[in-house]
Every structure is written in C-alpha cells, then in structure tokens.
Nanobody, 124 residues
Framework: QVQLVESGGGLVQAGGSTRLSCVVS????????MGWFRQAPGKEREFVAA????????RYTRSVEGRFTISRDNAKSTVYLQMNNLKPEDSAVYYC?????????????????WGQGTQVTVSS
C-alpha cells in the first residue's frame, strides 16, 4: 500500500519561510517523479512544483518561481518544498503527489498517489 505523509506548514507571516516534507512508503521512491499541488478555498487544485526521479530536473508554476524550491532525498524517500518569501496568496492546503513515471508532469493526471494535505496559512 502506497502512502504519502506530509508534514510542515502552519501559520506563517508574510515574507517568512517554511518547509514542507512528504515521506513516501510502499513503492520504490527513487523511480518516480514527485510533485506538489495546492488548493485554496473555492479554487481548483493547482500545480506548484515537480521534480524528476533521477536527474532532479524541476519545474515550477510561475507564481512561485524564485521563491519555492522542490528537492528530494531518495535515501529517505522524502520530497521537500522549501517556501520562502511567502505571500498571503500562497495560503492553501498543499498536497504531495507521487508520479506515474520518472518524469515530472505539470498536471494532476500525471500523479497516481496523493497525500492527505497540509495547511499553509500566510498572514499579512
């Protein structure tokens, strides 16, 4: 059984930083791309960032480029999302997603497994 468990987040002041973690079990973590998505109240879930399985190639949605960094530690089966210079519009539930291949995908259809989500609230 594949499980993705997120941690981190919480309440952060605008301009601050926080790091999300997602531990994966039940599959060979190093073979698959990983992604982060977010969903704000009343909005659809949107792609935030993704990372390939092997060459650590990454992709970001434009609104977070230069502020967020996705990384992975295959030895720990963990993917991270470092979030800096946070803005109120970054407030959302953030979801970790496990890819269906080793190549990142910018859409939810490219992911077969999802975490339960973790809340990030940025106060102004």
């Amino acid at each position: 059984q594949v499980q993705l468990v997120e941690s981190g987040g919480g309440l952060v002041q605008a301009g601050g930083s926080t790091r999300l973690s997602c531990v994966v079990s039940g599959r060979t973590f190093s073979l698959y791309a990983m992604g982060w998505f977010r969903q704000a109240p009343g909005k659809e879930r949107e792609f935030v960032a993704a990372i390939n399985a092997w060459d650590t190639s990454t992709r970001y949605t434009r609104s977070v480029e230069g502020r967020f960094t996705i990384s992975r530690d295959n030895a720990k089966s963990t993917v991270y999302l470092q979030m800096n210079n946070l803005k109120p519009e970054d407030s959302a539930v953030y979801y970790c997603a496990g890819g269906t291949s080793g190549i990142w995908a910018p859409a939810a259809s490219g992911y077969g497994y999802w975490g339960q989500g973790t809340q990030v609230t940025v106060s102004s």
